[in-house]
């Protein structure tokens, strides 16, 4: 064994090491990592901030136990600021959430589990009105047929998807000790990354033997996409989630800051997103008799909701993740195919993962010296 590749093995036992400790959280080790990888440079300006108070104290020479105390905490405080705005920015939202929404989760999981135990299928005014439409194209088969065709794929997207968000979101939520675990472990790993990212880009960079100036241009993309995920996919769903609530209250629906939820979870989702919750319920204001509110609460969702997405989100993304929004939006589909929910992120990720391996290839394979500097 050469005395080169040694420090290499020791690097690899130490990443094997902590896989195996992890590997019972890959998605919370990921989401981790995003965070640390997004908020580096806040920690680093925090880092900064702390040693310009330290030379202060220094400066000044207070002595005794109060110049100790105050020289210790300013050590210590880069790393105590950081941790309390990672945990403000996670709690903060999900006191929002519990106080606009708790009063009417309990309706709006009952009617979802009540859908949910009745395999989605529809309502009856919905089967009345359907059964008269076909009754009215007896006297055309093939429309008929084409109607029977869509109406069968339409009921299995339905169930499909809105069975499995209501699966994997109980599965997320599950007990209060795992969601508490889930949350300390997520802060732990995200300051630890933060506190520990020049050890690691060093690591890195004589591990896999690649110039320092390379790997920081591949966390630089990395810290754009992410950047551009939270603005894009995060911010845009958020916002139509928004307008959705508002929408299903002017509707005159029930629970809607719950369906307004639910329209934020789904919103991510290219192509169909948010019409996966307004368009039945559309449907379910114009079966009962609101025909008015019905073709309101469509208009609003297909033209404000959709717009909304259709113009902030290709802006986003694009500031981010140089490809053109088609190529985004096949990352995303590819992501969520292979990844779940969190495909959502590392799709996006590893496309500008792969952009910026080709450029870089590019630049190494025209001028060899270019990555050194």
């Not at 795992?178 to 506190?195: D, E, G, K, Y």
């Not at 033997?209 to 754009?224: D, G, H, Q, W």
Request: hydrophobic share 55%.
């Amino acid at each position: 064994m050469s005395a080169s590749s040694l420090p290499r093995i020791l690097y690899l036992l130490a990443a094997v090491a902590w896989l195996l400790l992890l590997k019972s959280n890959p998605v919370t080790l990921f989401l981790a990592g995003c965070a640390a990888c997004l908020s580096l440079p806040v920690y680093r300006h925090l880092r900064i901030k702390g040693r310009r108070w330290r030379a202060r104290l220094l400066l000044r020479k207070r002595g005794g136990w109060p110049g100790k105390c105050l020289f210790r905490l300013s050590r210590s405080m880069p790393i105590l600021l950081y941790t309390t705005g990672i945990v403000v920015c996670i709690c903060t939202p999900i006191a929002v959430l519990v106080l606009l929404v708790s009063p009417q989760i309990a309706g709006g999981v009952a009617r979802l589990r009540e859908l949910q135990a009745n395999n989605f299928q529809l309502p009856p005014e919905w089967v009345a009105h359907i059964q008269s439409l076909r009754a009215d194209l007896a006297d055309y088969p093939r429309i008929e047929r084409a109607l029977n065709d869509a109406l069968g794929q339409v009921d299995s997207l339905i169930g499909d998807t809105m069975g499995q968000l209501i699966n994997r979101g109980f599965d997320l939520v599950g007990g209060t000790m795992s969601a508490l675990w889930t949350l300390f472990l997520f802060v732990t790993l995200t300051v630890i990354f933060a506190t520990s990212a020049q050890r690691i880009n060093l690591v890195m960079a004589r591990l896999f033997s690649i110039p320092v100036p390379m790997l920081k241009r591949f966390v630089l993309a990395i810290r754009r996409a992410l950047r551009a995920i939270l603005m894009g996919i995060v911010l845009v769903a958020t916002m139509q989630g928004v307008l959705c609530g508002f929408g299903f209250a002017v509707a005159g629906i029930r629970q809607p800051a719950f369906w307004g939820l639910l329209a934020t979870l789904v919103a991510p989702i290219p192509a169909i997103g948010t019409a996966l919750v307004w368009g039945p319920l559309c449907l379910s204001l114009w079966f009962s008799g609101g025909a008015m509110p019905a073709v309101g609460l469509a208009l609003w969702g297909s033209v404000v909701v959709a717009g909304v997405d259709n113009i902030f989100r290709p802006l986003f993304l694009r500031q981010g993740i140089n490809a053109p929004f088609f190529v985004l939006i096949i990352a995303i589909l590819c992501g969520l195919a292979s990844f779940g929910p969190v495909g959502l992120i590392a799709g996006p990720i590893l496309l500008a993962f792969a952009l910026q391996a080709v450029d870089d290839g590019n630049r190494l394979y025209h001028a060899p010296n270019s990555l050194k500097a």
